[in-house]
């Protein structure tokens, strides 16, 4: 059975890993090409870097998406 700190110390890492999923994937394969980002390393970055990885790509990638969208 699972406490609350448990289940929050899930969440600290699931939550941001599945939102930053969630927005790599729902952005458009042109608009990656657009922005010489690689939509498929972003994904992997995600996901083997719990915490960090979407950190990274909400401060690295999405600006840089945002200017080319």
Known sequence: MLRLPEILLIAVYVAPTVWALSDILRVPTDVWADSQ???ALWTVIA???PLLGPLLYFFIARP???ETA
């Open 37 to 39: 980002q690689n939509q």
């Open 64 to 66: 840089r998406l945002n």
């Open 47 to 49: 996901l083997v870097l």
